[in-house]
Structures are given as structure tokens and as C-alpha cells.
């Protein structure tokens, strides 16, 4: 299985950027996916998260209304489109499979891709 993260980069405040994760070796459509991000001496923490189908979504409280995580199964590509960011929204995005568990749990997701370096400045 592999996840393979792209769409990191350096933009300024209140600017967008869309990430991508494009899954192989999975049912993909089988699999919820999610989004964490991980900021230099800080917890891997829950970003966004959509249920195999993409009926589902889940978003954490701090990008509620400016990030939006969806999915194309026909492409095994889940995305996470970042509009308004802040600087707090600086690390390293991850996404990740899940074949089940809670959707907010890091430790409960079964594959992992790279990571992508997000970086926000002033």
C-alpha cells in the first residue's frame, strides 16, 4: 500500500492551497481517509476525515468553515482544500487510510503517506 501526498508549499496568510493523496495497493472506496498534520515539537493531530463513500465528512473545530477534505474514487485521490490559512496552520500534513476505528485517532488508521510540508507566513 502506498499514499502519496502532494500540494504542500509556502503562501502567505489568508492565501489557499489544495492538498492531494493519491492511494495504491487498497480497495480505496473501502477506506475511510483522513488528514493530520504534525507541527515541529507537537502531536500528530486530527485535521479532516471522509468515510469511503464521501457521504461522510469530519472536520477538527480549528478549520471548520475554511478547510473542506473530499474524495474521488475513480482517481483513489482524497484532497483537502485549505482556504484562509492561518500561520497556525504551518506543518507537516499527512493523510492516511482506515479500514475502521474512530476517525479522529491517529494510532487507529492502518497506512500512512509521507507528509507534506504546509508552510503559512505573515
Known amino acids: 500500500v502506498q499514499l502519496q501526498a502532494s500540494g504542500g508549499g509556502l503562501v502567505q496568510a489568508g492565501g489557499s492551497l489544495r492538498l492531494s493523496c493519491v492511494a495504491s495497493?487498497?480497495?480505496?472506496?473501502?477506506?475511510?481517509m483522513g488528514w493530520f498534520r504534525q507541527a515541529p515539537g507537537k502531536e500528530r493531530e486530527f485535521v479532516a476525515a471522509?468515510?469511503?463513500?464521501?457521504?461522510?465528512?469530519y472536520h477538527a473545530d480549528s478549520v471548520k468553515g475554511r478547510f473542506t477534505i473530499s474524495r474521488d474514487n475513480a482517481k483513489n485521490t482524497v484532497y483537502l482544500q485549505m482556504n484562509n490559512l492561518k500561520l497556525e496552520d504551518t506543518a507537516v500534513y499527512y493523510c492516511?487510510?482506515?479500514?475502521?476505528?474512530?476517525?479522529?485517532?491517529?494510532?487507529?488508521?492502518?497506512?500512512w503517506g509521507q507528509g507534506t510540508q504546509v508552510t503559512v507566513s505573515s
Open positions: 492516511a487510510a482506515q479500514s475502521g476505528g474512530y476517525y479522529n485517532r491517529a494510532n487507529e488508521y492502518d497506512y
Open positions: 495497493g487498497l480497495s480505496f472506496s473501502n477506506y475511510r
Open positions: 471522509i468515510r469511503g463513500g464521501g457521504a461522510g465528512t
